[in-house]
């Protein structure tokens, strides 16, 4: 009977530990099964979508942005053209701390609105799809960027020049608070030039 009982428990333990030994195995191939597809989904996916740029829309000539979205190709777009204003809005955003902060929503809405006007130029060119979702290349011609930038920036100016001179008319006929309207707005437009000419850097 004690002989019995230690067979049984003998037996028991062996068949807990390949049970064990097969769990463990399944947990391992499952996730080298996964390692593998992923590898392979990798190897699969066009090099723009790694980070390794468009052999057709080389970084010299052009900037590019890649989006993706698990919802369909416009959301892909969306997001790819969101990465490219992404570019111009750090940029400036780190160049211009001194003069605008997240708190001045005003200035912040007037530069995104100006980054979105250049961004007209923006074209989608590429897209891919796999079970993961949507991706999608937006790009930007460095020339056709720069061109709009300073037109823009030549607009602000001589906004800024007028203001400016109608600040002084009004305080010269002691109206004082609309010279300090006429004063503000105009340096609203050479804080917006100031930040397309930080935007010029970028795409030239």
Known sequence: MILNRKCVSFLFIVTLSFGCITSWNKHFDDNRNKVIKNKSIIQNLPSWILGRGHSEYPPSIYMSGVGMSDINAVAANDSARAELAK????????????????????????IESQVDAVLEGVEIKDGWFDSRGYYSLAVLKRSVAAISIKERFRRLVDKAKVRLRQGDGAVNLGLWRAGLVHYFSGYENVILANSLSRAYRVVR
């Open 87 to 110: 570019i111009f809005l750090v940029r400036i955003r780190s160049s211009m701390k001194n003069f605008i902060s997240s708190e001045n929503s005003r200035i912040v809405s007037k």
